[in-house]
């Protein structure tokens, strides 16, 4: 059984649970299922077709593949921040590739040219669910992580190097695997408890107040540097002004993007456990979706934040794609 419940009946559009594509009457609706009868407000529904989701999927997969690889090939990027980036970049990969391995069966199944085995498919999706999610969740955490790692750099510039070491970044990273595998586990096999999309909530929304907070921080200490040196130079109004707005800028971008892409999805699971059978938070459930695009989206967009707006890394990406030809 699937925890992403707009997946999980064909009432919901041609994304539905692999194992609903073996029989011919519509499953049951589980308990983090949406109400299968509407009779509310009249409902907006975004169509996502199947080909627009292995479109994006491909994009993604694409671009965190050469940032993996770019990272890997030059041992000039072979620092913390970069190791963050490119597990983000990794973490970003599995969550184009499971949802590209889903949309491929469905359709492979759907057209019969894979052997409809119950048993076989109900594991495929079950993997493809722990997949998903872990994702997901260690892509948060690198987030998280690539924020923290910032802050340090800022207000810890001297000690940097003594703080973030190696070991101890191999074993944050080793830990943030772990747990987001086990996590995922335990939510898959206790999907139809109300504290399951509630945890996943609550960890959403710490993250990313940690990421609003340290971004926020960050961003007043570059401006009061700023200020700081635009007095030594007799021209405080322009030069705080210009980097104040691109500093505000460059944190309404980190921070919008990720609610952009992000607060959907866990808007839905929010609703799962609070409103089940509201026919209004039925019609949001209607476009799940478009939720799991925007989440794929996310994928697309990390590399162009995070990645390749490093010359190194942009430099490196070019030989990569030389050598390719």
């Known amino acids: 059984m699937t925890l992403l419940p707009g997946r999980t009946t064909p009432m919901q559009g041609p994304r539905r649970k692999l194992l609903a594509t073996l029989n011919a009457t519509p499953p049951a609706i589980p308990y983090l299922g949406p109400a299968a009868n509407l009779t509310g407000p009249r409902c907006l529904e975004v169509f996502v077709p199947d080909g627009l989701f292995l479109s994006l999927g491909l994009l993604s997969l694409v671009e965190n593949v050469l940032v993996v690889t770019a990272i ?5 990027l072979h620092s913390p921040m970069y190791f963050l ?3 983000l970049a990794v973490s970003d990969l599995l969550v184009s590739a499971s949802n590209v391995l889903e949309t491929a069966v469905m359709l492979l199944l759907e057209a019969g040219a894979l052997p409809a085995r119950a048993a076989a498919v109900q594991q495929l999706g079950t993997v493809i669910d722990v997949l998903t ?16 790692d910032r802050y340090i750099s800022i207000f810890y510039a001297l000690r940097y190097h003594s703080i973030v070491t190696l070991p101890r970044l191999w074993r944050a ?3 943030i695997w772990v747990a987001s595998v086990a996590c995922s586990t335990v939510f898959i096999a206790y999907y139809d408890h109300m504290a399951v999309p509630l945890c996943l909530v609550g960890f959403f929304v710490a993250m990313l107040a940690l990421m609003a907070v340290l971004y926020a921080h960050m961003l007043a200490r570059a401006c009061q540097q700023a200020r700081s040196i635009a007095r030594l130079h007799k ?3 322009p030069t705080h002004q210009g980097f104040g707005l691109k500093g505000a800028a460059t944190f309404t971008i980190l921070l919008g993007v990720s609610l952009l892409c992000w607060g959907p999805f866990f808007l839905h699971l929010a609703l799962i456990a609070l409103c089940p059978q509201h026919p209004t938070c039925g019609c949001i459930f209607k476009n799940f979706d478009l939720f799991l695009a925007l989440v794929i989206c996310n994928a697309i967009v990390d590399p162009l934040i995070y990645a390749f707006r490093s010359q190194e890394l942009r430099k490196t990406l070019q030989e990569v794609l ?4």
């Open 85 to 87: 980036i490119c597990c």
């Open 72 to 76: 890997a090939k030059n041992r000039n």
């Open 235 to 237: 021209r405080q109004h």
């Open 133 to 148: 999610c872990g994702s997901m969740v260690s892509s948060l955490c690198f987030l998280g992580a690539i924020a923290v």
């Open 173 to 175: 990273i080793a830990a």
């Open 322 to 325: 030389l050598c390719s030809w």
